[in-house]
DNA sequence: AATCAAGTTGAGATCCCCCTCAATTTATTG
DNA sequence: CAATAAATTGAGGGGGATCTCAACTTGATT
């Protein structure tokens, strides 16, 4: 690769990286170029399409979703495992708005980051599992209900990033306090089925 | 006024109720116009803004807010009054996808519906406060604890409405089970100040 | 039925974004 | 210092949305 091209790239993906940060991942390819000083043109050489520069810029701090949940499920104590799970998790979407797009939508813009975010929630299941067998968490929470979950805090956090980039610890909080065992009152529908997760959420992906 | 101008003015309400419903707040325009079978021009004529056709079609529903904080206050009982006011809110949100935006905005949109969304709110203070002081509610759960609910739950109908309409219940539900007084912990961060709260949701109304 | 204000129309100006490609510039190599 | 392959450029085509306005149609009135 030609030294002008390798210089480039790299301010490509600064640029991305910081307003897709900003913006999110739907932030105008445009902008990234302008900020990038380089055309238009030059930004679709580097990455065909969108969801190629998503990659580039999210898949790597979606990865470490994976530590995640295997500390989780390390965890001594079950409850800390599953509290600590959720409590990264949302770290991770805070940083920014646009990891915080990434996992709510599961990473649907591209197979890479969908495959990042399937194999980061590869362990809630037994997370969950354990917290519950334990007598620590309330036998009647699921895994949809921690999607339903994602959805929500996404949204704390996209409305109250800039103001108050902590509001979303507030929030999670009140949930969490109400998933101890002794919180528990019954609940008044169902959890959502794969069904219709799959009907929100596309098809998982393959592996 | 005309005979076709005042049939084609209940048409643009009828299309507009319906798509807003379906779409939300940024429905296009233009598909209004068609489905109410009317040029874009005539659409123009009757409501010169968006923000004009979506009050006409918003704010009678906003207005019920009204009610139902006030009967919040009534309820015999502070906790089922406060519960019944969040389920109540949070059932109209979940009529479509319309009132959950103008909701979910604080009917940032106009003048009327901001107005009718902040005399929907007036009462929550005393709500809250009624709970809090009867000890039925942890009394470290303020106002501005609720603002942030309703942009978590207004995600929550928004990706759930069309696949599972009262999957919002369930979330409203673990939620509420963390606000008893027994379910509480130590929160690890303040409650958002009226100074962050106006920095995202604008200005209160004047009134 | 003639008149005319009221109402309707839709092409087109404007904006914003996506994406392409022929022409041009630049880095590298012998 | 050519020669040439690699890389860059940005105008332009296309889509979708908002909003306007001069020309036209229609309902009400006498």
Redesign the interface.
């Known amino acids: 690769m030609r030294a002008d091209a390798a210089r480039n790239r790299e301010r490509l993906l600064d640029a991305a990286s910081r307003i897709v940060a900003e913006r999110g991942v739907d932030a105008p390819l445009e902008e990234i170029a302008r900020q990038a000083g380089v055309s238009i043109g030059t930004l679709y050489n580097h990455f065909p399409t969108r969801e190629a520069l998503l990659d580039a810029v999210l898949v790597g701090r979606l990865a470490s979703l994976d530590r995640l949940g295997s500390e989780a499920l390390a965890a001594p104590d079950p409850w800390d495992g599953f509290a600590g799970f959720v409590e990264g998790l949302f770290a991770l979407q805070a940083e920014n708005h646009g990891l915080n797009d990434a996992i709510a939508r599961a990473g649907s813009f591209s197979p890479e980051a969908a495959a990042a975010c399937h194999r980061g929630f590869r362990h809630v299941d037994q997370i969950i599992a354990r917290a519950r067998e334990a007598g620590r968490l309330r036998p009647d929470?699921e895994t949809a209900?921690l999607i339903?979950?994602v959805?929500?805090?996404?949204?704390?956090i996209?409305?109250?990033m800039?103001?108050?980039p902590?509001?979303w610890?507030?929030?999670l909080?009140?949930?969490?306090?109400?998933?101890?065992p002794?919180?528990?009152?019954p609940?008044?529908?169902?959890?959502?089925g794969p069904d219709?997760l799959a009907?929100?959420l596309g098809p998982p992906p393959a592996t």
């Open positions: 929470f209900d339903t979950l959805w929500a805090v996404s949204q704390v996209r409305e109250s800039s103001a108050a902590d509001a610890r507030r929030f909080a009140f949930f969490l306090d109400g998933l101890r002794g919180a528990a009152r609940l008044p529908v169902e959890p959502l219709r009907a929100i």
